[in-house]
Structure formats: structure tokens, C-alpha cells
């Protein structure tokens, strides 16, 4: 089953807009992680938060994470139409295991 | 550097049909994983290599599914007698250490439709 729960599960927005994405999830964790898939391919790597950090940026990204309400916000700042995408959460669980377990996504569609 | 390859990219299998589906990581990576991703759903984790140990399989939805990576490098997902709902994506994904902080890099997936 899967961890995180995202919402919005779609959102549409104009190009130069912000868009913001949450996730929640269950468990005590190591890190969690933001993916992009494009339609067709593979997921891509965007950001990793550790869970003693509660804010960090990259580019147009910025992730916030708050381990007290199990929760974490990806925003994406001046979005452009190839921001257009399926944002996954990810999270790594404390222990000895190196699997990620994914949210259900958001579906952005960013209009020009 | 080249990344994560799997093959075939699309795959079409009769109800019932064995189907093995391939995984090339980057070179020198030691953890090796396997997802199964639903149609509008995240990635699920079925199962981990560590070089050619498979050290976590819990993720296997039944015993028609088997993977395998005997020289630590390539790995092969197979699954037996396929149904319907075996139909998903299947990603691949290579890290470079274990127990890491590393981000996954994953392949394009192997589109599965059982028919």
C-alpha cells in the first residue's frame, strides 16, 4: 500500500502562476524525496528533504517538511508549460531498508 | 554517463504467458530496485538488490513473480503465467551505495499489458 497521500490530485494553473502540492504520510522517516514524471517516462529526481531539516530550495523548487504533522509542501514558483507533470512524494522509512514508498501523485498541467 | 535502460520498452502478453522484463543499471551502482506502478497511481515497491543479494522481496504481489541479478550488475523480472491485473509499469531504479542518503535513478519502465 502507499504511504503518502497527495492533494491536490490535479491542478491547473496558467504559466508564471506558483503551484503547490502537498503530501502526507504514515511512518517515522529518513528523508523524504520529491520525483517528476513526464508522460511516457521515467520518474526524475528533484529535491530531497532529511527529517531534521524543515525547509530547503532548488532552483524554482522549494520543499517544506513538518515531521510533527507527518507532512510535507513542494512549491514551484514562475511554473512554465514543461513544468506540466505527475509530482510523486517519496519517502524512506527509518530502518534497514533503502526502499522508497511513493504518494499518489499530483498531475499538473501547466497552461501557457 | 548512460542511465538506467530496460527493455522491452512495451510489452503485449497473453493471459497466461511468462513475460521476463530486463533492467540495465548505471554502471558501478550497488542497490538495484524494482517498482510496479498502476495506471494513475504512485510507484509500489516490490523488490531490492544489494549487488546480487536480494534483500528484500517483500514487495512481490504473489509467487508468479520472480527477479533475479546473479552477477550483481543486470536484472531480470520475471513473471509467470501472467493475469490481467499484472498489467502496470514496471520501473527499474539503480542507487549508487546502500543504507545511502542517494537519490534513485530510474529507467523509462516497461509498459505491460496483459490481454
Known amino acids: 500500500s502507499q504511504q503518502g497521500e497527495e492533494d491536490p490530485q490535479a491542478l491547473s494553473i496558467q504559466e508564471g502562476e506558483n503551484a503547490t502540492m502537498n503530501c502526507s504520510y504514515k511512518t517515522s522517516i529518513n528523508n523524504l524525496q520529491w520525483y517528476r514524471q513526464n508522460s511516457g517516462r521515467g520518474l526524475v529526481h528533484l529535491i530531497l528533504i532529511r527529517s531534521n531539516e524543515r525547509e530547503k530550495h532548488s532552483g524554482r523548487l522549494r520543499v517544506t517538511l513538518d515531521t510533527s504533522k507527518k507532512s510535507s509542501s513542494l512549491l514551484i514558483t514562475a511554473s512554465r508549460a514543461a513544468d506540466t507533470a505527475s509530482y510523486f512524494c517519496?519517502?524512506?522509512?527509518?530502518?534497514?531498508?533503502?526502499?522508497?514508498?511513493f504518494g499518489t501523485g499530483t498531475r499538473l498541467q501547466v497552461f501557457p | 554517463g548512460a542511465g538506467v535502460s530496460q527493455s522491452p520498452r512495451y510489452k503485449v502478453a497473453k493471459r497466461g504467458q511468462d513475460v521476463a522484463l530486463r533492467c540495465d543499471p548505471i554502471?558501478?551502482?550497488?542497490?538495484l530496485f524494482w517498482y510496479q506502478q498502476a495506471l494513475g497511481q504512485g510507484p509500489e515497491f516490490l523488490t531490492y538488490?544489494?549487488?546480487?543479494?536480494?534483500?528484500?522481496k517483500s514487495g512481490l504481489p504473489s509467487d508468479r513473480f520472480f527477479a533475479e541479478r546473479p552477477e550483481g550488475s543486470v536484472s531480470t523480472l520475471k513473471i509467470q503465467r501472467t493475469q490481467q491485473e499484472d498489467s502496470a509499469v514496471y520501473l527499474c531504479?539503480?542507487?549508487?551505495?546502500?543504507?545511502?542518503?542517494?537519490?534513485?535513478?530510474f529507467g523509462p519502465g516497461t509498459r505491460l499489458l496483459v490481454l
Open positions: 517519496a519517502t524512506r522509512a527509518i530502518g534497514n531498508t533503502d526502499k522508497l514508498i
Open positions: 554502471s558501478g551502482h550497488v542497490s
Open positions: 531504479a539503480s542507487s549508487p551505495r546502500p543504507r545511502g542518503e542517494e537519490t534513485q535513478y
Open positions: 538488490f544489494q549487488n546480487e543479494a536480494q534483500l528484500d
